[in-house]
C-alpha cells in the first residue's frame, strides 16, 4: 500500500527555520523520487522540490532556490523538507507526493503533476507573528 505522511508543520515567527518531514513506505523511499508542493490559501497548488529515486539528485522550484533543501534518510524512509528565513508568504499546507518513477522528470518543467497519484495529507504551516 502506497503510504506517504507529513508532519513538522506548526505557526513559526518569521525569519526562522522549520524542517518537514515525508515518512514514506519503504519501498517506495528507496526506489522512487518524492516531490513537496504546497497550497496557500486561494491559490493553486504549486512545486517546491524533488528528490530523485534513483541517484538522489534534487531539484528545486524558482521560488524555492536558495532557502529550501530536501534531503532524504533512507534509515528512516523519511524526505525533509527545510526551510530557512521563513516568510509570510511561505505560508500554506506542504504536502509530499510521488508518481513512483525514479526520476523528477514530472516535477521539472515541461512534465506532468497530473502523473503524481499519490500524496500525503499535507502539514500546516503558518508563518506569522
Known amino acids: 500500500q502506497v503510504q506517504l505522511v507529513e508532519s513538522g508543520g506548526g505557526l513559526v515567527q518569521p525569519g526562522t527555520s522549520l524542517t518537514l518531514s515525508c515518512t514514506v513506505s519503504?519501498?517506495?523511499?528507496?526506489?522512487?523520487?518524492i516531490a513537496w508542493f504546497r497550497q496557500a490559501p486561494g491559490k493553486e497548488r504549486e512545486k517546491v522540490s524533488c528528490?530523485?529515486?534513483?541517484?538522489?539528485?534534487?531539484y528545486y522550484a524558482n521560488a524555492a532556490k536558495g532557502r529550501f533543501t530536501i534531503s532524504r534518510d533512507n534509515a528512516k524512509n523519511t524526505v525533509h523538507l527545510q526551510i530557512h528565513s521563513l516568510k509570510p508568504e511561505d505560508t500554506a499546507v506542504y504536502l509530499c507526493?510521488?508518481?513512483?518513477?525514479?526520476?523528477?522528470?514530472?516535477?521539472?518543467?515541461?512534465?506532468?503533476?497530473?502523473?503524481?497519484?499519490?500524496w500525503g495529507q499535507g502539514t500546516q504551516v503558518t508563518v506569522s507573528t
Open positions: 519503504e519501498e517506495l523511499l528507496d526506489f522512487y523520487s
Open positions: 507526493a510521488t508518481d513512483l518513477s525514479w526520476t523528477c522528470t514530472n516535477f521539472l518543467p515541461g512534465g506532468h503533476v497530473s502523473e503524481y497519484e499519490y
Open positions: 528528490i530523485a529515486g534513483s541517484d538522489g539528485s534534487t
